[in-house]
């Protein structure tokens, strides 16, 4: 398949509620073969998750990346790629948890952004086949974050931002003070 461009705030289709998916066919597939293909190319940063709607696709699509990490001692972490087809919410945890976010629609920009610390999906795979997927801490985010996308919510709204917008720039050097403590 592809690797796709990815639309950029302001971009009107990134505020648009998305379709539920109603035929699990070849063109579906494709779909999400291109989303994972354009995911997996972000490097600088490095793609948690993208969404339909990010490559000008109005369809309740989206990848969720677990990052694990390795059994050994070394700093390697591995990426789980999960494709989430019509996903719904089932349930949340009454703790929230605030954290920062950025987002490949809007590049050099970290927001904080309140999220359930842990979730309960309902989601379909690409041949059609209902799942169900509990998830806490930074997954459980990053799935909230894509299922945002499918709403047409985005992490600068005015529901979701919390306190400053940070450039990469800003965000690295917070991350760099904290860590030098």
């Not at 648009?16 to 354009?38: A, G, I, M, R």
């Not at 974050?145 to 990469?168: F, N, Q, S, W, Y």
Request: net charge negative.
């Amino acid at each position: 398949m592809s690797v796709e461009t990815i639309l950029i705030e302001p971009h009107e289709k990134l505020h648009v509620k998305c379709e539920p998916v109603v035929s699990f066919d070849k063109e579906l597939k494709t779909l999400v073969q291109n989303l994972l293909d354009t995911v997996r190319a972000a490097k600088d940063p490095v793609g948690a998750g993208l969404a339909a709607p990010q490559l000008g696709v109005l369809n309740r699509v989206c990848i969720a990346r677990r990052f694990v990490d390795s059994d050994n001692d070394t700093d390697d972490i591995s990426l789980e790629d999960r494709v989430l087809i019509n996903p719904v919410l089932l349930k949340s945890s009454q703790e929230k948890v605030l954290g920062w976010e950025g987002c490949l629609s809007i590049p050099d920009t970290y927001v904080q952004v309140e999220r359930a610390e842990k979730i309960k999906i309902e989601a379909y795979d690409v041949e059609g086949k209902k799942f169900f997927l509990n998830a806490a801490g930074f997954f459980a985010r990053v799935i909230q974050h894509e299922m945002d996308h499918l709403e047409g919510k985005i992490i600068l709204d005015e529901d979701r931002a919390v306190g400053p917008v940070l450039t990469e720039e800003e965000f690295n050097k917070m991350l760099e003070q904290k860590t030098n403590l």
